[in-house]
């Protein structure tokens, strides 16, 4: 059983009018094919938000800790979270984002891989510039939260254009590179959207 429509119109019955949230190029977002949703990540409620406001189904990586708590153990993988190891390489949480990705859906990724203290875009890790690399055909697309999150102040959640790699792909762009070059386009969408 899936639970993603259900938690999506709940997520958004409580965070939209909550953080009177504006969504911004979504008509951007590519209506077929694997994306590889890189946002910076300013709070714990980063997920729901950005599923809420997403036009397509997200799947998204949850620390493993997670999935050993009661009741989210069975909830998460009906949202389409599935759990990774933190701070090692965690071979299947690799194999399952690929597998996602080739198979045309979309995986979202905190490429920082925490949250910013300052609400600062952090430096990037390797893994988002792998996974845009080696996700078959899929495209990178990249998300700005602009907060801060306060109770009935603006939040604004705002997608680029998607990012074709052929050209990084055909060149072997290395995975660090990639990061940057993802991190600089969201930095680019906080700057011209505060």
């Known amino acids: 059983m899936n639970l993603y429509p259900l938690g999506k119109m709940l997520c958004s019955a409580i965070f939209y009018p909550l953080y009177r949230i504006k969504v911004i190029g979504a008509e951007n977002f590519p209506k ?71 198979s045309g859906k979309v995986v979202g990724m905190f490429p920082e891989g925490t949250r910013s203290k300052t609400g600062e875009l952090g430096k990037g890790l390797a893994g988002a510039g792998f ?20 109770v009935f102040r603006r939040l604004k959640v705002v997608y680029g254009k998607p990012l074709d790699l052929t050209t990084y792909r055909e060149s072997r762009t290395s995975a660090e590179d990639m990061t940057e070059i993802i991190m600089s386009e969201i930095q680019k969408l906080i700057e011209q959207n505060k």
């Open 32 to 102: 077929e094919g694997g994306v590889l949703l890189c946002t910076n990540h300013i709070d714990n409620v980063d997920p729901p938000v950005v599923g809420s406001t997403c036009p397509r189904p997200v799947h998204f990586m949850a620390k493993e800790e997670l999935f050993k708590m009661p009741l989210l153990k069975s909830i998460l993988p009906q949202v389409n979270a599935y759990p990774v190891k933190r701070g090692m390489s965690d071979r299947e949480a690799f194999r399952n984002t690929l597998k996602i990705l080739k």
């Open 131 to 150: 996974f845009a690399l080696k996700g078959g055909d899929a495209v990178v697309m990249p998300c700005a939260i602009i907060g801060p999150y306060k």
